[in-house]
């Protein structure tokens, strides 16, 4: 297992810096994955891990080797691509050997080597099929089999479900991860799909134009992002404008003037005491706001009419507004009535820890 070390990486297409003054440490055997929009430099960095890229400045190190100048082929790490890039003329077993028989590994270890990363995927016996025989999950096995027969310290991957269909995709995740952890890889993922990332990350980054916003496990990023692009891009949330008024009767808790009213919410960043008369954002998740009146103190409360209702099974989703400016998303988990579109008042609450204060 390898530790990551990225210390001030800076790199500059032209005139545009793409990745700046980046600082990062993966731990040995973490599942680490880049977010953020598009264009943000998550490939750019990914790239310059595995060699392909040289940066400007700043240094990358495989624990305490300086590996910032070592070619691609000479770092012993794995990638795997969106396109699987497999040759369509070959075996699976040929595609799989490749990087050996590049190496010039021996015939035996080469076959035995194959079998393994074959098995380590589930596609035992199916060495002597062509990859136009292979179903698309097949075929993105066959492709982490590639990455794997060389035994590499780092798994890098870019992308590597955004072919396949929504069922094999969650099944890929759970493999993905399982081999990683099988292996002791330190590995890499760079995905659009935030999803995929709560749901296999160890630890994440969120990037913004070339820097690193916020990194975090799943659960401190979404319950306490740093700000309102973070919020945003890492789930859905309901954004309101406001004022401090001053600071809440509980440690870190806020008294905030909203178009809503006054609120309580709590600052979860630390070392971040905003001032009376200071601008900021109030996030609300829409999972954390329910359609009830608890009658509890420690939550904050909302009042308006159902706009708009839509069922999905497991939830139901509604829009309540508040006034003409504000409406909140709400999200009701095994709904087991619906409230449809009226104009009756009704109150929604949340817990005031649910109340996320952000920098305005
Ligand atoms: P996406 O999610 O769309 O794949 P990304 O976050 O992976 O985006 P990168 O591919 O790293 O983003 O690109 C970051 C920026 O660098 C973009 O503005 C891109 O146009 C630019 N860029 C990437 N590669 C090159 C290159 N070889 N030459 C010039 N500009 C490049």
Redesign the pocket.
Known sequence: MVAITVDRLTKR??T?T?LADINLRIEPGELFFLL?P????????LRHLAGFYTPDAGTIHFDDEDVTHLPAHQRGTGMMFQSYALWPHMTVAENVAFGLEERKCPQPEIAARVAEALAAVKLEGLGERRIQQLSGGQQQRVALARALVIRPKCLFLDEPLSNLDAKLRLDMRTEIRRICKEFGLTGIY?T?DQEEALSMADRLAV?EAGRLVQVGTPLEVYRNPVNRMVAEFIGETNILPGTVIGPGTEAAQFEVDTDTGPLTASCHLAGWRPAPGEPVLVSLRPEALRLTDDGETSSDRFSGCIDNTMYLGATAQYELRLNDRVALKITQMNPTALLEPSGTTVTATVRIDDVVMLPG
Do not use: E, P, R, W
């Not at 598009?38 to 960095?45: A, D, I, N, P, Y």
């Open positions: 297409f032209g545009a793409v953020g598009s264009g943000c430099g998550k490939t750019t960095l760079v659009h990037m």
